[in-house]
């Protein structure tokens, strides 16, 4: 079985949403904390690609940023191929560790610097990690990269703005590529582009994951996008991890009943005209999460104990679900 | 065959700009029967949004309308002007735009804004509109809608405010409602919740509805017949499942390929997805002939050369060369 | 060469410049008023600040169309005979010189201290947009009359004619700082968070290099418009203070002062003495305007 390579063990990362002080103090109102991801542990494997699935505000890429050092976590551990990066002494090795992850986003219109030629953009990370110093190298690698995602070379004169959406995250992905990373955090990077344009992405990366022994954590709210391209899926819901599976048995057999919900939203291109649970209510308002359970309030299986007690992940079969109703044998 | 409630023939909208003129809308046809629901889709830059603007009278200068003709139950208003397509939007053609945020003015109350228009619209007194909004506001699904009226959009989430707007568009009772993108600003849960809703609405009053949308997974589930477009013009139209299950034009085989789907139980890992080589064109670069062509797996001599009418293939009507 | 100019040419800009006949002839006028400035040594026909050649027999000529003028003084003297056109040219380097850079002094404080209060966040923008608001309390004059008095005060008479025109600059430049840094800092908050800053900082950049080589270049553009309103706006202050007797020195007259020592004479019926530089000075003032309104309806994407 191949090692994690990265691991997450109980983190959480919380935001001060609160009103300015001068307000809190003539208003008398509280603080408020947005506990946007709230005790997330698993690990990706040597490899795989991971995908964490959930709709606005579940948390998931607060999770991606976590990962990759744009927020620090308040709480809990992230490993990294056995080096802790949370709370390390060592700034160094924690950088050294950095250099092997990179981050592919979502817009493609907002991820490239409008100012920059293509060439500068992808050889950025080339200089500042010391990969390539004469332009000549410089040059010859950019062209590479390039050619690895389906540009030409002549490319690297032109601005990002002469670009498609879809030719845009291709230069995203070079520049990603560029430091030869081993881990690839995939912030929801087709949702924003043409259905016809992400099946040429999603394509683009399977290949570049098996040339490149690449492993990938793949953030997206379409749970269709993620069944093409994921090993094991972790599906989240307000800042916890409610069900991790392999691909296979999340979508044969769902245990979580928000998972099930989730399936069920998907529209039916089959159109097999099956019919279809009723979907309960809207995501609660995340600076004041339901007790217990998150999920409770819309659960058709809740009990009390889900008001009062919230529930912890646990193998239920070969998947880990975080609900009391499976562990009681009740689902 | 009753007589369609809209009829969209040979459409064109065009930008002046000062490198030349821009066609967005190329030769598009359509029309829609009454109480029918008819889905418009296509990539971004397929034209789709400023064919539903043109409609309803809402292009942004420079963009006009430049050719083809369209009619409402019979009489033309794309030559219609000022007051007169004010008083046919809103009463005749309810509208319903992408973002719910933006629909909906944050100052006013929903009520507020609710009734406005159904006395625009309505010959009714004041608390007649009143005990409509309220009714309609049921009808859509808002809870405890006599305390609710009095609310701000602020106060509602998303999904909630989507349903405020399509209350808003059906509260002059129109006899066709545009969506464009009702649902893509919305998780998905609230998605199928919306998808539902307009369902139910176009069915119990016998609204027609033209859905734009780039999901084909929303018309497959809402439609009863869809028109396809690319680069401004529309390659095939037709009933969904025809569409979906055997389309005959290349382009609607390739995007049915690169949709993805779920089939549970199958291992899906690192299965490809069917691709369409390339990217749809500008405006400023569409190819003569067939604006497909360059892409097409299946381009002969002629789809260089020529631009296909569509002609009738099955129970769809296809604009290519493969069938004409 | 020639397709790089015809690209030029053909831009956006150029072209919405070329449709715009006030734009152009703004244009013509400040590219005049400067090269008159920039050239006054070789173009004015005295030099009016050489006391060796100036003669009192020359003072109060009117200008030369009248019946008492001279040829040799187109725009007439004033009382001590100095050439008023001279007068003019001299005056207008002074007055653009001064004007340029306090604005190049106030653009580079206060895009620095938007773009750091922008990205940095935290206290350190606060603190700073905290002593922006107190000094957006205060109107620009007093603020240089401010500085200026204490620089009068702070130093020896003698050395006020070398300093006088630094100071000058130093405090219409101090005066202005704020509007650079609010604009910039609304612009690199939007930029910040965009993914190409957080792209760079996953690669793992340094944050200076960050905001000089990726926020910068983006939140440039309307700093260029406020800076072209901002030389008029400058050489307005300037002009004012040196009215009110506090700008530059006498021997080095600007517009302003010409316009203040032109003022005693008015009613005394030799008018040409600060009507010229008036006029001179409302024509640089209105032609920099102009341009500046053009740069900003360019250059807004929304416009287009």
């Given at each position: 079985?191949?090692?994690?390579?990265?691991?997450?063990?109980?983190?959480?990362?919380?935001?001060?949403?609160?009103?300015?002080?001068?307000?809190?103090?003539?208003?008398?109102?509280?603080?408020?904390?947005?506990?946007?991801?709230?005790?997330?542990?698993?690990?990706?494997?040597?490899?795989?690609?991971?995908?964490?699935?959930?709709?606005?505000?579940?948390?998931?890429?607060?999770?991606?940023?976590?990962?990759?050092?744009?927020?620090?976590?308040?709480?809990?551990?992230?490993?990294?191929?056995?080096?802790?990066?949370?709370?390390?002494?060592?700034?160094?090795?924690?950088?050294?560790?950095?250099?092997?992850?990179?981050?592919?986003?979502?817009?493609?219109?907002?991820?490239?610097?409008?100012?920059?030629?293509?060439?500068?953009?992808?050889?950025?990370?080339?200089?500042?990690?010391?990969?390539?110093?004469?332009?000549?190298?410089?040059?010859?690698?950019?062209?590479?990269?390039?050619?690895?995602?389906?540009?030409?070379?002549?490319?690297?004169?032109?601005?990002?703005?002469?670009?498609?959406?879809?030719?845009?995250?291709?230069?995203?992905?070079?520049?990603?590529?560029?430091?030869?990373?081993?881990?690839?955090?995939?912030?929801?990077?087709?949702?924003?582009?043409?259905?016809?344009?992400?099946?040429?992405?999603?394509?683009?990366?399977?290949?570049?994951?098996?040339?490149?022994?690449?492993?990938?954590?793949?953030?997206?709210?379409?749970?269709?996008?993620?069944?093409?391209?994921?090993?094991?899926?972790?599906?989240?819901?307000?800042?916890?991890?409610?069900?991790?599976?392999?691909?296979?048995?999340?979508?044969?057999?769902?245990?979580?009943?928000?998972?099930?919900?989730?399936?069920?939203?998907?529209?039916?291109?089959?159109?097999?005209?099956?019919?279809?649970?009723?979907?309960?209510?809207?995501?609660?308002?995340?600076?004041?999460?339901?007790?217990?359970?998150?999920?409770?309030?819309?659960?058709?299986?809740?009990?009390?104990?889900?008001?009062?007690?919230?529930?912890?992940?646990?193998?239920?079969?070969?998947?880990?679900?975080?609900?009391?109703?499976?562990?009681?044998?009740?689902? | 065959?009753?007589?369609?409630?809209l009829?969209?023939?040979?459409?064109?909208?065009?930008?002046?700009?000062?490198?030349?003129?821009?066609?967005?809308?190329?030769?598009?046809?359509l029309?829609i029967?009454?109480?029918e629901v008819l889905g418009v889709?296509?990539?971004?830059?397929?034209?789709?949004?400023?064919t539903g603007?043109?409609i309803?009278?809402?292009?942004?200068?420079?963009?006009?309308?430049?050719?083809?003709?369209?009619?409402?139950?019979?009489?033309?208003?794309?030559?219609?002007?000022?007051?007169?397509?004010?008083?046919?939007?809103?009463?005749?053609i309810?509208?319903?735009?992408?973002?719910?945020?933006?629909?909906?003015?944050?100052?006013?109350?929903?009520?507020?804004?609710?009734?406005?228009?159904?006395?625009?619209?309505?010959?009714?007194?004041?608390?007649?509109?009143?005990?409509?909004?309220?009714?309609?506001?049921?009808?859509?699904?808002?809870?405890?809608?006599?305390?609710?009226?009095?609310?701000?959009?602020?106060?509602?989430?998303?999904?909630?405010?989507?349903?405020?707007?399509?209350?808003?568009?059906?509260?002059?009772?129109?006899?066709l409602v545009i969506a464009d993108?009702?649902?893509?600003?919305?998780?998905?849960?609230?998605?199928?919740?919306?998808?539902?809703?307009?369902?139910?609405?176009?069915?119990?009053?016998?609204?027609a509805v033209m859905l734009i949308?780039?999901?084909?997974?929303?018309?497959?589930?809402?439609a009863?017949?869809?028109a396809?477009?690319?680069?401004?013009?529309?390659?095939?139209?037709?009933?969904?499942?025809?569409?979906?299950?055997?389309?005959?034009?290349?382009?609607?085989?390739?995007?049915?390929?690169?949709?993805?789907?779920?089939?549970?139980?199958?291992?899906?890992?690192?299965?490809?997805?069917?691709?369409?080589?390339?990217?749809?064109?500008?405006?400023?670069?569409?190819?003569?002939?067939?604006?497909?062509?360059?892409?097409?797996?299946?381009?002969?001599?002629?789809?260089?050369?020529?631009?296909?009418?569509?002609?009738?293939?099955?129970?769809?009507?296809?604009?290519?060369?493969?069938?004409? | 060469?020639?397709?790089?100019?015809?690209?030029?040419?053909?831009?956006?800009?150029?072209?919405?410049?070329?449709?715009?006949?006030?734009?152009?002839?703004?244009?013509?006028?400040?590219?005049?008023?400067?090269?008159?400035?920039?050239?006054?040594?070789?173009?004015?026909?005295?030099?009016?600040?050489?006391?060796?050649?100036?003669?009192?027999?020359?003072?109060?000529?009117?200008?030369?169309?009248?019946?008492?003028?001279?040829?040799?003084?187109?725009?007439?003297?004033?009382?001590?005979?100095?050439?008023?056109?001279?007068?003019?040219?001299?005056?207008?380097?002074?007055?653009?010189?001064?004007?340029?850079?306090?604005?190049?002094?106030?653009?580079?404080?206060?895009?620095?201290?938007?773009?750091?209060?922008?990205?940095?966040?935290?206290?350190?923008?606060?603190?700073?947009?905290?002593?922006?608001?107190?000094?957006?309390?205060?109107?620009?004059?007093?603020?240089?009359?401010?500085?200026?008095?204490?620089?009068?005060?702070?130093?020896?008479?003698?050395?006020?004619?070398?300093?006088?025109?630094?100071?000058?600059?130093?405090?219409?430049?101090?005066?202005?700082?704020?509007?650079?840094?609010?604009?910039?800092?609304?612009?690199?908050?939007?930029?910040?968070?965009?993914?190409?800053?957080?792209?760079?900082?996953?690669?793992?950049?340094?944050?200076?290099?960050?905001?000089?080589?990726?926020?910068?270049?983006?939140?440039?553009?309307?700093?260029?418009?406020?800076?072209?309103?901002?030389?008029?706006?400058?050489?307005?202050?300037?002009?004012?203070?040196?009215?009110?007797?506090?700008?530059?020195?006498?021997?080095?007259?600007?517009?302003?002062?010409?316009?203040?020592?032109?003022?005693?004479?008015?009613?005394?019926?030799?008018?040409?003495?600060?009507?010229?530089?008036?006029?001179?000075?409302?024509?640089?003032?209105?032609?920099?305007?102009?341009?500046?309104?053009?740069?900003?309806?360019?250059?807004?994407?929304?416009?287009?």
């Amino acid at each position: 079985m191949a090692s994690a390579l990265l691991r997450l063990q109980e983190v959480g990362r919380d935001f001060d949403v609160s009103r300015p002080w001068l307000n809190r103090l003539l208003e008398g109102l509280p603080r408020e904390i947005l506990r946007a991801v709230d005790g997330v542990s698993f690990e990706v494997r040597r490899g795989e690609t991971l995908a964490l699935v959930g709709e606005s505000g579940c948390g998931k890429s607060t999770v991606a940023r976590l990962i990759v050092g744009l927020y620090e976590p308040s709480r809990g551990r992230i490993e990294f191929d056995g080096v802790t990066l949370t709370g390390a002494r060592d700034r160094a090795e924690v950088r050294r560790v950095r250099r092997r992850m990179q981050m592919i986003f979502q817009d493609p219109y907002a991820s490239l610097n409008p100012r920059w030629r293509v060439r500068e953009v992808i050889a950025e990370p080339l200089r500042v990690l010391g990969l390539a110093t004469s332009t000549s190298e410089i040059e010859a690698r950019v062209a590479e990269l390039l050619a690895q995602v389906g540009l030409a070379p002549e490319d690297a004169d032109k601005y990002p703005h002469e670009f498609s959406g879809g030719q845009r995250q291709r230069i995203s992905i070079a520049r990603a590529l560029a430091g030869r990373p081993e881990f690839l955090v995939c912030d929801e990077p087709t949702s924003a582009l043409d259905v016809s344009v992400q099946a040429q992405i999603l394509n683009l990366m399977t290949d570049l994951q098996e040339r490149l022994g690449l492993t990938y954590l793949f953030i997206s709210h379409n749970l269709a996008v993620v069944s093409h391209i994921a090993d094991r899926i972790g599906v989240m819901y307000l800042g916890r991890i409610v069900e991790l599976a392999t691909a296979e048995r999340l979508f044969s057999r769902p245990r979580h009943p928000y998972t099930r919900m989730l399936l069920d939203a998907v529209p039916d291109l089959e159109m097999t005209g099956k019919a279809r649970t009723p979907v309960a209510g809207e995501v609660p308002n995340p600076l004041a999460p339901p007790p217990g359970c998150a999920f409770h309030p819309r659960c058709p299986h809740a009990t009390e104990r889900c008001r009062l007690e919230r529930p912890a992940m646990r193998a239920a079969g070969e998947a880990q679900v975080a609900c009391h109703a499976v562990e009681e044998g009740r689902i | 065959m009753s007589e369609a409630l809209l009829e969209v023939r040979d459409l064109r909208v065009e930008f002046p700009t000062r490198r030349g003129t821009l066609v967005a809308v190329d030769g598009v046809s359509l029309s829609i029967a009454p109480g029918e629901v008819l889905g418009v889709v296509g990539e971004s830059g397929a034209g789709k949004s400023l064919t539903g603007l043109a409609i309803i009278g809402l292009l942004e200068p420079p963009g006009r309308i430049a050719g083809g003709e369209i009619r409402l139950e019979g009489a033309r208003i794309d030559n219609l002007r000022g007051e007169a397509i004010r008083r046919i939007r809103g009463r005749r053609i309810g509208v319903i735009f992408q973002d719910p945020l933006t629909s909906l003015n944050p100052l006013y109350t929903i009520g507020r804004q609710l009734t406005e228009t159904i006395l625009t619209h309505l010959d009714v007194t004041a608390a007649e509109a009143r005990e409509r909004a309220i009714a309609l506001l049921r009808e859509v699904g808002i809870p405890a809608p006599e305390s609710r009226i009095e609310h701000y959009p602020h106060q509602f989430s998303g999904g909630m405010r989507q349903r405020v707007v399509i209350a808003l568009a059906l509260c002059a009772e129109p006899r066709l409602v545009i969506a464009d993108e009702p649902t893509t600003a919305l998780d998905v849960s609230i998605q199928a919740q919306i998808i539902q809703l307009l369902k139910r609405l176009a069915r119990e009053r016998g609204t027609a509805v033209m859905l734009i949308t780039h999901d084909m997974g929303v018309i497959a589930e809402t439609a009863d017949r869809v028109a396809v477009m690319y680069a401004g013009r529309v390659v095939e139209i037709g009933p969904v499942r025809e569409v979906i299950h055997a389309p005959r034009h290349p382009y609607t085989a390739g995007l049915m390929g690169s949709i993805p789907k779920i089939r549970a139980g199958a291992a899906r890992r690192r299965e490809r997805l069917a691709q369409i080589e390339g990217a749809m064109p500008r405006l400023t670069q569409i190819p003569p002939g067939c604006a497909f062509n360059p892409r097409c797996p299946k381009r002969m001599e002629r789809c260089l050369a020529e631009r296909p009418a569509p002609v009738a293939a099955g129970a769809n009507r296809v604009a290519c060369w493969l069938y004409g | 060469m020639h397709r790089a100019l015809a690209r030029l040419w053909d831009h956006d800009l150029a072209w919405s410049f070329r449709r715009s006949p006030v734009t152009v002839a703004a244009a013509v006028v400040a590219l005049a008023c400067v090269a008159g400035a920039v050239g006054a040594p070789w173009l004015a026909p005295y030099n009016p600040f050489d006391a060796a050649s100036l003669s009192l027999d020359n003072a109060f000529l009117p200008p030369a169309w009248t019946a008492e003028g001279r040829a040799a003084f187109p725009l007439g003297t004033d009382d001590q005979g100095r050439d008023v056109l001279s007068t003019i040219l001299y005056g207008a380097r002074i007055s653009l010189g001064v004007g340029v850079a306090a604005v190049l002094l106030a653009l580079v404080l206060g895009v620095s201290a938007g773009l750091i209060a922008g990205y940095v966040g935290g206290r350190t923008d606060a603190i700073l947009m905290r002593i922006a608001d107190v000094q957006l309390s205060f109107p620009a004059i007093l603020i240089a009359l401010l500085i200026d008095g204490v620089a009068r005060v702070a130093l020896p008479d003698d050395r006020h004619g070398e300093i006088a025109i630094p100071v000058l600059i130093l405090s219409i430049g101090i005066s202005g700082w704020v509007q650079y840094a609010r604009t910039v800092r609304g612009s690199t908050l939007v930029e910040r968070n965009k993914e190409y800053v957080q792209a760079a900082r996953v690669i793992g950049r340094h944050p200076l290099a960050i905001m000089i080589h990726h926020v910068l270049p983006n939140v440039t553009g309307p700093v260029l418009v406020i800076a072209t309103i901002h030389i008029a706006t400058a050489i307005i202050t300037e002009a004012t203070l040196s009215f009110l007797g506090v700008g530059v020195p006498p021997t080095r007259p600007s517009l302003g002062t010409l316009i203040r020592v032109g003022n005693d004479f008015l009613f005394s019926g030799e008018w040409w003495i600060t009507v010229f530089p008036g006029a001179a000075l409302v024509m640089l003032v209105l032609s920099v305007n102009l341009l500046g309104d053009w740069l900003r309806d360019a250059l807004n994407p929304k416009l287009r």
